[in-house]
């Protein structure tokens, strides 16, 4: 290993608390790009980005392919965690601020040329996004529902995405109904509903 990387992990183990061996899908890999997408949920709903420069190139060519919402992702840099590269990714691109060890890894492919990590971010809260990302994409909130409807939600995304968007909706449906309790009554043996 490098010793700048090594060098690196070490503060990083002194910022966070994590230690390699606790986390090590928290290292980069040696000479091996990776790349990031953030799921951050939040009660608000779920921060959606998409290419407007692509929307446009796609508008001048006419091009009928379609443009996709995505989760905000991007590439790591040199030196950067897993973790390091998706709290900066969101943060660019959506404008939420998490914590790295707020970050959840969900999944992790080989893509060949490089290796791609699903984060999931629980939000307390329902941040304010950016206007625009970093490089001008769109941002928007949506519902789990809306992506579970969405028909140009970034298919790579939506394969990792589905079943905890599933799971949360799911859960939603069953918050909402409350539970009806049938007690018996002592004297008279009548059932009472609370």
């Known amino acids: 290993m490098k010793a700048w990387l090594r060098k690196r992990k070490k503060e990083e183990e002194k910022e966070t608390g994590v230690l390699d061996d ?10 091996r790009g990776f790349a990031v997408a ?18 446009a190139q796609h508008a001048e060519r ?4 379609p443009v996709f919402w995505k989760l905000p ?6 030196g950067e965690t897993k973790a390091a590269a998706g709290a900066r990714e969101l943060l ?11 970050l959840i890894l969900l999944s992790s492919e ?12 629980n939000l307390g809260y329902t941040p304010e996004l950016a206007p625009m990302g970093d490089e001008g994409e769109e941002v928007s909130m949506f519902s789990v529902e809306e992506i579970l409807r969405m028909p140009d939600f970034f ?12 799971d949360l909706k799911d859960q939603r449906k069953s918050s ?3 539970p009806t309790m049938t007690i018996a009554v002592a004297h008279g043996g009548h059932a009472a509903s609370q």
């Open 110 to 121: 080989d893509r060949g040329s490089h290796d791609y990590f699903f984060f999931r971010a």
């Open 38 to 55: 953030v799921l951050a949920i939040s009660p608000g709903g779920i921060p959606l980005v998409r290419d407007l420069r692509k929307a």
């Open 155 to 166: 298919p790579p995304h939506r394969k990792v995405a589905l079943p905890i968007l599933a």
């Open 22 to 31: 606790q986390a090590p899908w928290l290292q980069e890999g040696e000479g």
């Open 73 to 78: 992702s991007g590439k790591g840099k040199p």
């Open 92 to 102: 660019e691109e959506s404008g939420v601020d998490v914590e790295q060890k707020d």
């Open 62 to 65: 006419q091009n009928l392919a």
């Open 176 to 178: 909402r109904r409350s």
